[in-house]
Each structure stands twice: as C-alpha cells, then as structure tokens.
C-alpha cells in the first residue's frame, strides 16, 4: 500500500491578490503603456495598435460600468421607499430626512466649489476644447424641463450623420428623469397596499441580483484602471498626469473638510459626542474606503447605525438605505463641483454665476442618481452635461477614479449613518444611552445584539458583500 502525500498549493500574497495593491499596479501599468503608446506615435487621429488598444479597454469598462446604472437607480429607489411602510409617523421622518440630506449636500457642493475656485486644478495644461464642444453654457430652464420624463423609461435618442452621409443613432437615459419615475412607483405601490407585495418584493430581489452583477463589473476595475490612465496619458502627456494630481489633491482636501470639520459641527450642534459618533461609525468608514461602494457597505451602515449611534431600528431601515442610493456627499457634491471647475479650467473654457449655482442645484437634486460605484459616472455626465461642458472629460478624470473613489466612498457612507443620528436625536428617538456607550469591537457581534441577524453577518469581508 503506497501513500501519497499532496504537495500544498502555493498561493499568491495577500498583497497581490488585494484589491488596493491591484488597483495601484494597474495605475502603473497603465502610466508605462501610456508612455509607451505616446512616444510611439499614437495620436487621436493616428493611432497606434497599443493606443487603440488602451482607448477599447478603457471605454468598454465606463459603458459596462454604465449599462448597469438605470435599473439600479430605479430599483434600489423603490426598494427604498417601500421601508417607508415599516416606520411610525413616517411622513415626518422621510421629509427631516431628505431636507438634512439636501442640507449636507449643499454645505459640500460648497466646499467644493470655493476649493475648485481657489486651488485651480485644471490651469495651466494649455488644452482646448475637442471639436465636437457647441461652446454651450448652463440653462435653467432647459434644465428644469428636462427633470420631467418625456417617457417611461426616460429615453432619448440622438442621430448623427458622417461626412459620407452614414447615419448613427445612439441611445441614452435621463437618470434625472428615471429618478422622477421610480420615486412616483414606488410612492404609488405604497398606496396600493397589499396588492403590490409582489412588485415589491420583485424590486428588493432584482436590486439583489443587479447589485451582485455590479460587483463583477467592479472586479474588472483594475483591467479598466490600465486602459483609462493608459488612453489619457497617450492622448494628453504630461500636462495630464500633473493636472491630475492637482485635481486629486484638490479632491481629497475637500473630503477632509467634510469628514473632519462639517460633520463634527453638525454632530456638536445637536449635543452629541464627536468622539462616539467616529468610533460608532469607523468600522463602516474603514469598509466603504477598501470596497468603494455605498451599497455594498450597506449592511454594515445600518448596523452601526442601528447598535453604535442608536438610531431605532425601523427608521434606520429606511433612511440608511435610502442614503446608499441618494446621499453622497462625496461622489454627488465635492466630486461633481470640482471635477466641473476642472474640466473647465483644463480645456479654458470660463463659467459665470450662473453655471456656478447651475452645479449647486444638480449636485442637489441629482444626489438620488448616485446609486453606489456608478454614481461618480452619473453626477460627473449630469453635471457636465448641464453646464454645457465637454463630455471629453468624463474619460480623463475617470482615469484616476479608482485612487478618488475610496475617499468619496468613505465620506459617503460616514454621511449616511450621520443624517439619520441627527434626524433621531432631533425627533427624541435617538438611544443615547446607547450612542454614549463604550464600543465592543464588531458591530454585527456585540452585547446589544439580540436578533439572529447578528449571527448570520459575522464575514463582511469586501469580497462578501453585496455590491452596487
């Protein structure tokens, strides 16, 4: 009888099979491809085989990353509004709710634009506008018209006809408009009742499946990091990768602010302990900054909120998740207001008061199309596409979207276990018995803990968490 023993599969590092660590090798990669591509002739009117080659990658990823934003938007809304039916004088609570999150987005939309303004991030590259620009500045009242759905899914179409008189038709959604829908279905099967269950429960189990498809989609970010950076580097040179860094710093000095200035006057402003509400909501902070999404750092929002901060668990039900999809003062506020003053900058183009207070009010009301990893793509095409400036500048500051998006991601999710804290201490609902209590580590493993869940959620792990 012969015995043989298996050798053990090696395995790769944990550093190398992270998720930061493969993001920071494709920004590399990606710069050297770049490089390359540059100094080997690439231009947008010539390009190379590695140019082209970077632009597909790159482009394939912000359209799968795209493809994914309308059902999540519409879904995840409905899903949201359906908690309603669970909470006590819940009129009351959803309208303290959503006027503190316009009231936080707002202050940061702020913040935003006064850094924009006075860092400058986008000057000095020396570039001009791309040929397609019309040369467009904001309109209101084009922007109010557009906010009404001129159909149910919020389509429309736009054909373009070629030097050799071929037409193209392309498709696109206002996510403004599927956010109007979605708000009007989901407050119509409240008032149904009953007979809409089915429809309710369909919504919370497509949003389940349409999260789960967008954490494939986030896997793929690294492939996607090399052929963005790669293409904006071989287009622009040197000029960019400085003026991104500009733009980066400017970005992560703004969420500073939020996090570590705004947030701790609000939370001293209703008599609360700054020092709890960081170590209540840490664990949740730590989480959205290596998983960079909202939605999939949900269960661990909530439940921090619900057993750190002390919010009751029936509105936390509510107004947490409603925060995953509308509340993001990273992605929906500072990133959008800066990213507009340096698109602008970038390709000198000026923006008048009015463009100014035109970004102020997207940034608001465009919030709720934020929907988790997608938002930044969202608010970043609404607000240039309200303003009237180049779309072309959606793929540049994309490139470096990876390295922003854990520090937008981070506020995010700090700012939506703060609005329902305030709401609660505000209505005399808060526990702050249990706000001011020591920490116990975990969250989802803590004395308070006293429903199965808390057995149920011990792994919360990036790669175990449902995505959006």
Not at 37 to 56: D, N, Q, R, S
Not at 151 to 175: D, Y
Request: hydrophobic fraction near 50%; proline fraction near 5%.
């Amino acid at each position: 009888m012969t015995t043989s023993t298996s050798t053990p599969k090696r395995r790769l590092p944990s550093w190398a099979t992270a998720f930061g660590p493969q993001i920071i090798i494709a920004l590399a990669l990606g710069l050297g491809l770049g490089l390359l591509a540059k100094y080997t002739g690439h231009t947008e009117e010539t390009p190379t085989g590695l140019g082209a080659t970077l632009t597909v990658i790159g482009s394939s990823y912000v359209s799968l990353l795209k493809s994914a934003v309308i059902p999540l938007v519409f879904f995840a809304v409905v899903a949201s509004i359906a908690n309603l039916s669970k909470v006590t004088n819940a009129a009351r609570l959803a309208w303290q709710t959503i006027l503190w999150f316009g009231i936080t987005s707002l202050v940061s939309v702020v913040i935003g634009i006064v850094l924009g303004l006075v860092l400058r991030p986008g000057d000095g590259t020396g570039q001009a506008a791309p040929p397609e620009y019309e040369g467009r500045t904001g309109d209101w009242w084009a922007f109010l018209i557009g906010i009404i759905p001129s159909n149910f899914l919020g389509l429309g179409a736009t054909s373009k006809i070629s030097e050799a008189g071929a037409v193209t038709t392309a498709l696109n959604f206002n996510v403004l408009q599927v956010l109007v829908i979605a708000i009007t279905v989901g407050v119509a099967a409240l008032k149904v009742g009953d007979a809409a269950r089915p429809f309710l429960e369909f919504s919370t189990a497509t949003l389940a499946v349409i999260q789960k498809i967008l954490w494939w989609i986030i896997r793929l970010a690294p492939l996607g990091t090399i052929g963005l950076i790669g293409n904006a580097v071989a287009t622009y040179g040197w000029d960019t990768i400085g003026a991104l860094g500009k733009f980066s710093v400017a970005i992560y000095i703004g969420l500073a602010l939020v996090l570590f200035a705004f947030y701790p006057v609000l939370v001293r402003a209703h008599g609360l302990s700054v020092k709890q509400y960081f170590s209540g909501v840490w664990p949740a902070v730590q989480l959205a900054f290596v998983s960079r999404s909202s939605v999939g750092t949900l269960p661990l929002t909530q439940r921090v909120t619900e057993r750190n901060l002390g919010v009751p668990s029936g509105y936390a039900s509510f107004a947490v998740p409603l925060g995953a999809t509308t509340k993001m003062d990273g992605c929906a506020a500072i990133y959008p207001a800066i990213s507009a003053i340096f698109v602008a900058q970038f390709f000198g183009i000026d923006l008048g008061l009015t463009d100014y207070l035109l970004i102020a009010l997207v940034s608001v009301l465009g919030s709720a199309a934020t929907a988790g990893t997608t938002g930044a793509v969202v608010m970043l095409t609404l607000t240039l596409s309200t303003v009237g400036l180049p779309l072309a500048g959606v793929g540049l500051i994309l490139a470096v979207d990876p390295i922003l998006d854990m520090g937008r991601t981070a506020v995010n999710v700090a700012g939506q276990a703060l609005v329902p804290t305030i709401v609660a201490k505000r209505e005399g609902i808060l526990d702050e018995e249990l706000y001011n209590a020591p920490r116990h580590g975990d969250p989802f493993n803590d004395e308070f803990a006293s429903d199965s869940k808390a057995e149920s959620a011990q792994d919360i792990s990036p790669e175990k968490v449902p995505v959006g």
